[in-house]
């Protein structure tokens, strides 16, 4: 089945900072890659995905890259802000309608 | 947040007793699946649904047993609790199966003593 490694498990930043978050995964096969955001004691909610016949996506200071030949992915989040320290997780998913999940990053922003 | 409620939200029983923790969605979206979120894990699927009565097993399905009777509730039982089952158990939905885009519900937090 699919394994997705994350790295760093940990990671902080100071505000204004940009971070990166990265991600490769094993099935050659998955195609869809979300990423998720969960502040303390909250679901995980959904940020932003790319599909693998994509290779950049962004969305305001946040932008994920996808390198299908590596079977890699990262999440980018610049001028970061305190409201983004939470926990963020990557996740893989092909025609199996399932995703499998990293372990998650804890991002600290500091002022 | 989409239309996903989890009950009990919190719950603490003693080993060996059976629970059953319900999700329920007025999405009318065809999957729906049950994680368990334990440090240093992330989230592992135990049981998915794709369809009324039709389900499969996660990479954590040991212990855990599902029914999913009607397209708006999935159940997730755990037939005789042990103290190595106590996490937070959250529900996802979904509407597809390319591009699986899954949204959550709030999360019930399971403590077995």
């Known amino acids: 089945g699919e394994n997705v490694e994350q790295h760093p498990s940990t990671l902080s930043v100071q505000e204004g900072d940009s971070a990166v978050i990265k991600c490769t995964y094993s099935?050659?096969?998955?195609?869809?890659f979300p990423w998720y955001k969960q502040e303390l004691g909250k679901r995980p909610q959904l940020i932003i995905d790319i599909r693998s016949n994509v290779g950049e996506k962004k969305d305001q200071r946040i932008a994920v890259t996808l390198n299908k030949t590596a079977k890699h992915f990262s999440l980018h989040i610049t001028e970061t802000q305190p409201e983004d320290s939470a926990v963020y997780f990557c996740?893989?998913?092909?025609?199996?309608?399932?995703?499998?999940f990293g372990t998650g990053t804890r991002l600290q922003v500091t002022l | 947040d989409a239309g996903i409620t989890q009950s009990p939200r919190h719950k603490v029983t003693e080993t060996g007793t059976p629970v059953t923790l319900r999700c329920h969605q007025t999405e009318n979206h065809r999957y729906m699946y049950w994680y368990r979120q334990d440090p240093g894990h992330g989230l592992r699927l135990i049981h998915y649904s794709y369809g009324v009565k039709d389900t499969d097993k996660g990479e954590v399905s040991d212990g855990y047993s599902v029914s999913r009777s009607k397209t708006e509730d999935f159940l997730l039982t755990l037939e005789s609790a042990t103290s190595s089952q106590t996490s937070v158990y959250f529900c996802?939905?979904?509407?597809?199966?390319?591009?699986?885009?899954?949204?959550f519900g709030p999360g019930t937090r399971l403590t077995v003593l």
């Open positions: 996740a893989a998913g092909g025609t199996a309608s399932k995703l499998t």
């Open positions: 996802a939905i979904s509407a597809r199966d390319l591009y699986n885009e899954q949204f």
């Open positions: 099935d050659s096969a998955s195609n869809y």
